[in-house]
């Protein structure tokens, strides 16, 4: 039976690098009735971080206080006064449905819940799967919280999993993760914590992604036990697959550290797609978020094959998922036979994306971000040398820099715009935070060749983008090569919308349209419609992604002469990337 307009809602929950989102979506169509953001407090204070260790942490109450405002404020917008509503962030009446009397009216037709996160995020945790920074005595140790995405501290530790997989003399457990571990992910963060801090090592009972936290979080999980662990999270990042049980053995394990096959022990062997209940909402988050209690909440994914669904993947479709960094996710027919390997990439996976279909995902592990250290280095002398400005101008001192900074990159993008391809002699390599696919390596480096007095600001912006576009070609080159072939290529996300230069310099180096979503939040989106299905309001993910998705809203044609100049630019990036990694790489 088609639902009605205004007859169900569902909440959307994504939590970014640097904020969460809460959209509240009409069930029937995907239409956003309201939309809450709030950005992590501490996060942006800089606290327990130190970018020149690589080293990036995020404290649970930052995602707990976050979610909370955030939730609050979508019900508070949904159930404004207007009956307005956002349809992918334009206003339009909601018509069929009267004018909601208020949030607690709204909050009724809320029917399920479903949350996505960063990835590879894990935390230690006690037995009843609570962080251990929600200790007041480990309160303030940054290895007691949540490892970003994008800590690279565990490098080394990365290595020796990659070492001790291929030397053990039993099974590659690599081998579905595209054959090489990556600093990103979960069992080379705990080893680097274990071995580092022995205070955290002994109080820790469990390690929990942070996908995994928040449905047991809402659902009142108090045993860990209890703990619905993802298949997501598990399958791309912690080495787990069916085929040998599970994750890999105590065994393999306690050669790396003796703790690890411990904790290993605390994770259970099943693992759940984002399509299946975690549990309901427990009473006391219902009361603190306005919601009824026992709203279905879905077991948590990554926000990367969460936005996948929310961008309309299928397969052929590469889902291109462009922030400060880029996901890029595929889906494939599961195998009647032995599933092909895959190198190179960031794993396959069954369940992952799509229930009953393999998830592939690659990426870059510096995107948006080359940009805003690009931004940042500018903008430098301003930051640093605030005596030049006068005295007692303060706070409309620190705006104007705030707007200054702001100006920066949109300035960059027009002038970068009239810069021919390959004019300015320069050859960028996007390894900036290390390389994530094609062959994990965070040891590695950016760098740029061709720089000359005559280099100025505008060239290298350009430079910095066509680099960020080769890195996408050699992820579809790879894909290709190991047969798993692009047919479409599809992109979302704040870069996605906000850079036509990004975009039509990426269409023109891959050679192949690339179609933008207009969903400003395909993550939280997506998060919506595995929310319906869990509340059984579709029989299943591609149902509710049919009636749920979000139109295109442009699509970038490539130009042929400039792909045929790129080609040429693309072999010397090739060329710079083997000299660098020759050069720089960890050697075994």
């Known amino acids: 039976m088609k639902l009605e307009k205004g007859e169900a809602f569902v909440l959307g929950i994504d939590f970014g690098t640097d904020s969460v989102r809460a959209v509240i979506a009409d069930a029937a169509d995907g239409v956003f009735a309201g939309s809450g953001v709030r950005h992590y407090a501490r996060w942006a204070e800089g606290k327990y971080c130190e970018p020149r260790e690589n080293r990036f942490r995020q404290h649970p109450l930052d995602y707990i ?3 909370e405002m955030a939730v609050k404020a979508a019900i508070q917008e949904a159930a404004g006064a207007s009956g307005a509503a956002a349809v992918f962030g334009a206003p339009v009446a909601v018509f069929g449905a009267p004018v909601m009397a208020g949030a607690q009216s709204l909050a009724s037709r809320i029917r399920g819940i479903a949350v996505d996160t960063t990835g590879s995020t894990p935390c230690f945790a006690d037995a009843a799967g609570r962080p251990l920074a929600l200790d007041p005595a480990f309160a303030e140790d940054p290895d007691a919280m949540f490892i970003l995405w994008k800590d690279h501290t565990a490098v080394a ?6 070492a001790l997989a291929r030397a053990w003399g039993g099974e590659d457990f690599t081998k579905y993760e595209g054959g090489v571990y990556s ?15 022995p205070r955290v090592a002994a109080k820790a009972f469990t390690i929990i992604e942070h996908c995994d936290w928040v449905p047991a979080l809402l659902t009142g999980v108090k045993d860990i036990k209890a703990l619905k662990r993802s298949r997501c999270a598990s399958g791309h990042k912690a080495m787990w697959h069916a085929s ?21 022990s605390t994770l259970g062997g099943d693992t759940y797609t984002a399509a299946e209940p975690a549990g309901l909402l427990d009473g006391s988050w219902a009361a603190r978020l306005g919601l009824p209690a026992g709203i279905p909440v879905a077991v948590g994914a990554f926000d990367a094959h969460i936005g996948a669904v929310g961008g309309d993947v299928v397969p052929g479709t590469l889902l291109k998922i462009m922030g400060t960094s880029t996901c890029d996710i595929m889906v494939g027919e599961r195998p009647a036979c032995d599933e092909h390997l895959v190198a190179g990439i960031c794993g396959q996976v069954d369940g992952s994306v799509l229930p009953g ?16 250290w690009f931004r940042n280095l500018l903008a430098w002398p301003l930051r640093a040398m605030p005596e030049i400005f006068e ?4 706070q409309k001192r620190d705006k104007a820099l705030d707007a200054f900074e702001e100006a920066i990159l949109p300035a960059l993008e027009r002038a970068a715009a009239r810069v021919e391809p390959g004019a300015a002699g320069l050859v960028s390599l996007d390894w900036l935070n290390g390389r994530r696919t094609p062959d994990a390596n965070q040891a590695l480096s950016g760098a740029i060749i061709g720089l000359s007095l005559g280099t100025d600001a505008p060239s290298l912006y350009r430079s910095l983008v066509e680099a960020a ?6 992820i579809v080159e790879r894909l290709a090569s190991e047969g798993v072939a692009v047919e479409r290529v599809a992109a979302i996300g704040g870069v996605a919308r906000k850079s036509p230069l990004i975009m039509q310099i990426s269409a023109d180096v891959l050679g192949m349209p ?3 979503t207009s969903s400003d939040q395909s993550c939280a989106l997506g998060a919506a419609m595995f929310a319906a299905v869990v509340a059984g309001l579709y029989p299943d993910v591609l149902a509710a992604q049919k009636a749920m998705r979000a139109p295109t809203e442009r699509v970038y044609e490539p130009d042929p002469a400039r792909k045929a100049t790129y080609d040429d630019i693309y072999l010397k990036y090739k060329a710079l990337g083997d000299f660098v990694e020759r050069t720089t790489a960890i050697k075994e």
């Open 65 to 67: 206080e976050s979610m």
């Open 157 to 162: 530790e990365a290595e020796r999993v990659n």
């Open 183 to 197: 600093s990103e992910w979960f069992w080379a963060k705990a080893l680097k914590i274990l071995e580092s801090n």
């Open 244 to 264: 040998w049980g599970g994750y890999p053995p105590g065994e393999f394990l306690a050669r790396l550290h003796p703790r690890l096959a411990e904790l290993a």
């Open 357 to 372: 279909m393999i998830g592939y995902e690659a990426g870059q592990s510096a995107f948006g971000d080359i940009f805003a």
């Open 391 to 394: 005295d007692g101008i303060g």
């Open 469 to 474: 576009a080769f890195g996408s070609r050699a």
């Open 514 to 516: 690339i179609a933008v």
